[in-house]
């Protein structure tokens, strides 16, 4: 004996499953301009005047000096280009325009993440021979580890130091993006130490974070 059922009864969600989106922190380390023209201008000094020398009663020289305009073109875009009829968005209710628009400005802002970080062959480089002091701008990578975690951020401070970099490293701060398993070293670290007072600006909240960056704040980022 075998019963036939018609099932009639469903448990309809009312949205669609959400998305993990990926941690960023591009709003947070770069110097972000947000311009409705389409070149921004600006300056620096190429050549710049040196300190002379001179007596007491004589003339002196004027030194020279040049500036250069360092323009940047906004020409191009990046975007996401999504058909939604009308009648569709109506006739459901798993998704509204603004979770479109969130959707959106998650994609868009894990893609600029990616741009950031694949431009980093125009940075120095920081690799073994940095951290043992030996030589400079290694591009060997470096195995890190709780037993050098600490020894990382020792070795690019004196590397700061040593580059003349400490007045331009307070102004604008230092940053790390920490590979996760890099992070979980830095937070054992810190918590072996109980010195969470001292590094706190080293584990920034991500939510906190966000709030900071919607209120167009710079904060010191050491993000996983």
């Not at 070149?39 to 250069?68: C, D, H, K």
């Not at 007072?197 to 080293?202: D, I, M, N, Q, Y």
């Amino acid at each position: 004996m075998a019963n036939t059922i018609v099932y009639n009864k469903y448990d309809y969600q009312v949205k669609v499953r959400e998305r993990i989106s990926k941690p960023t922190c591009w709003q947070d380390i770069l110097l972000v301009k947000y311009s409705n023209a389409r070149a921004i201008t600006g300056s620096y000094m190429s050549t710049e005047p040196s300190v002379v020398g001179g007596t007491r009663g004589t003339a002196y020289n004027y030194q020279s000096f040049v500036l250069t305009a360092d323009t940047l073109t906004i020409n191009q875009y990046k975007n996401i280009p999504m058909f939604i009829d009308e009648a569709d968005r109506h006739q459901q209710s798993y998704v509204d325009q603004m979770s479109i628009a969130a959707f959106q400005g998650d994609k868009i802002s894990e893609k600029l993440e990616s741009l950031m970080l694949a431009n980093y062959g125009s940075w120095k480089d920081f690799g073994l021979t940095d951290l043992a002091n030996t030589a400079q701008d290694d591009s060997s990578a470096i195995t890190v580890s709780a037993a050098n975690i600490d020894d990382i951020l020792r070795a690019v401070k004196r590397k700061l130091r040593v580059h003349h970099l400490v007045d331009l490293s307070v102004k604008n701060g230092v940053f790390f993006v920490w590979r996760p398993e890099d992070f979980e070293f830095l937070e054992g670290f810190v918590q072996a130490r109980k010195i969470i007072g001292l590094v706190k600006p080293l584990l920034i909240d991500l939510k906190a974070r966000l709030q900071r960056v919607t209120r167009g704040k710079q904060a010191l980022c050491c993000a996983a």
